[in-house]
């Protein structure tokens, strides 16, 4: 991953040169609609102040876990142990991204959501409050953070949440046979690292249809996510991307004739 000094020169370059994150000047119907009616909404929603109170639990929580990682922070798989509170605070969502996932689904209505990458489930928790009767399929490799996770929708009564465990490199491909044959809506979190990325992305292509859409987690946190980014926006089934620096977002929308990418100020 890049050091704190790059991503910070990286995130400035980003903000100065990234179009208004008003929709001043952006001229695609869609793209502008996306800005001033999600990106934009600074309504207050009742799941709000419910969810980001388990955060701070979470984040006080010092109970110890035995994990196992499947993603950039190990390659060799070793199990080790971290307190609940040290994930909390490195690898949940900030507010405002978790929040935006969840405008995305209440206003797009997807029939169904993937996200790989539970974690604590706060993400999760924002992704199955925006419609209670769509289901949502969370995946996490680490059985103790996923049982953790599982605790946190009992206490937010979310019952609309599927939990499956384990690699992803094992179980992506028999959920998206067997649970998913269409994927609406997806938020891919698992793996900081080029080629799974690229291979998720691969995987759910043949799931994907005109109106589907994906979410990349921290697309600039190293120089193999960057990578990844580029040849993920720059496939042809994509039409339409957006970058909002500390995630990307892909369309496969038809009426887009001629693909645009879009870095945007959030």
């Given at each position: 991953?890049?050091?704190?000094?790059?991503?910070?020169?990286?995130?400035?370059?980003?903000?100065?040169?990234?179009?208004?994150?008003?929709?001043?000047?952006?001229?695609?119907?869609?793209?502008?609609?996306?800005?001033?009616?999600?990106?934009?909404?600074?309504?207050?929603?009742?799941?709000?102040?419910?969810?980001?109170?388990?955060?701070?639990?979470?984040?006080?929580?010092?109970?110890?876990?035995?994990?196992?990682?499947?993603?950039?922070?190990?390659?060799?798989?070793?199990?080790?142990?971290?307190?609940?509170?040290?994930?909390?605070?490195?690898?949940?969502?900030?507010?405002?991204?978790?929040?935006?996932?969840?405008?995305?689904?209440?206003?797009?209505?997807?029939?169904?959501?993937?996200?790989?990458?539970?974690?604590?489930?706060?993400?999760?928790?924002?992704?199955?409050?925006?419609?209670?009767?769509?289901?949502?399929?969370?995946?996490?490799?680490?059985?103790?953070?996923?049982?953790?996770?599982?605790?946190?929708?009992?206490?937010?009564?979310?019952?609309?949440?599927?939990?499956?465990?384990?690699?992803?490199?094992?179980?992506l491909k028999d959920v998206l046979q067997k649970q998913l044959p269409k994927v609406d809506f997806a938020f891919i979190d698992g793996n900081h690292r080029k080629e799974p990325t690229i291979e998720y992305f691969q995987q759910l292509l043949p799931h994907m249809h005109e109106y589907s859409m994906v979410v990349f987690d921290d697309v600039h946190w190293s120089e193999e996510m960057e990578a990844a980014w580029?040849?993920?926006?720059?496939?042809?089934?994509?039409?339409?991307?957006?970058?909002?620096?500390?995630?990307?977002?892909?369309?496969?929308?038809?009426?887009?004739?001629?693909?645009?990418?879009?870095?945007?100020?959030?």
């Open positions: 991953m890049y050091s704190p000094f790059k991503l910070g020169v990286k995130y400035l370059r980003y903000w100065f040169t990234a179009s208004n994150g008003k929709g001043h000047g952006v001229h695609a119907p869609f793209v502008f609609e996306f800005i001033t009616a999600v990106l934009n909404d600074d309504g207050f929603y009742y799941c709000y102040p419910q969810i980001e109170s388990v955060r701070t639990q979470l984040k006080n929580d010092n109970s110890v876990l035995e994990l196992e990682d499947f993603g950039a922070g190990s390659r060799v798989h070793a199990s080790y142990k971290r307190k609940v509170s040290d994930i909390a605070g490195s690898s949940l969502k900030p507010v405002k991204y978790a929040q935006l996932l969840f405008r995305m689904v209440n206003f797009y209505q997807p029939k169904n959501v993937l996200e790989l990458g539970t974690s604590l489930g706060i993400t999760t928790a924002y992704l199955a409050s925006a419609n209670n009767t769509v289901p949502v399929i969370t995946m996490e490799g680490a059985k103790a953070v996923a049982a953790v996770a599982r605790d946190n929708f009992k206490a937010l009564r979310l019952e609309n949440i599927k939990i499956v465990e384990g690699n992803f490199d094992v179980t580029e040849y993920i926006k720059a496939h042809e089934a994509v039409t339409l991307s957006m970058d909002l620096f500390f995630i990307g977002i892909i369309f496969f929308r038809k009426e887009q004739k001629v693909k645009q990418h879009f870095t945007i100020r959030f």
